[in-house]
Nanobody, 120 residues
Framework: QVQLVESGGGLVQAGASLRLSCAASGLTFIHYSMGWFRQAPGKERKFISAISSSAGSTTYAASVKGRFTISRDDAKNIVYLSMNTLKPEDTAVYYC?????????????WGQGTQVTVSS
């Protein structure tokens, strides 16, 4: 049974930093691409970042590029999202996702989410 468990969310002021973690279990982590998405109140869930299973190539949404960094620790089965210079518009529930092989539209597994709130 695949489980993705996010942690590290919280309430911070604008300009602060946070690091989210997503611990994966029940899968062969090295074979999975990992992604981060977020959903603000009343809005659709949106892609934030992904890191591939093999070469570890990364992609970012334009809204976070240069501020957020995705990384993975294959020894610990954890994917991280380091978030710097947070803005109030970054407020959302952040979700971790996993898909076997390269990143694609139909992510197979999702975590339960962690709330990030950025005050102005």
């Amino acid at each position: 049974q695949v489980q993705l468990v996010e942690s590290g969310g919280g309430l911070v002021q604008a300009g602060a930093s946070l690091r989210l973690s997503c611990a994966a279990s029940g899968l062969t982590f090295i074979h999975y691409s990992m992604g981060w998405f977020r959903q603000a109140p009343g809005k659709e869930r949106k892609f934030i970042s992904a890191i591939s299973s093999s070469a570890g190539s990364t992609t970012y949404a334009a809204s976070v590029k240069g501020r957020f960094t995705i990384s993975r620790d294959d020894a610990k089965n954890i994917v991280y999202l380091s978030m710097n210079t947070l803005k109030p518009e970054d407020t959302a529930v952040y979700y971790c996702a996993a898909v076997w092989g390269p990143p694609r539209a139909d992510w197979g597994y999702w975590g339960q989410g962690t709330q990030v709130t950025v005050s102005s």
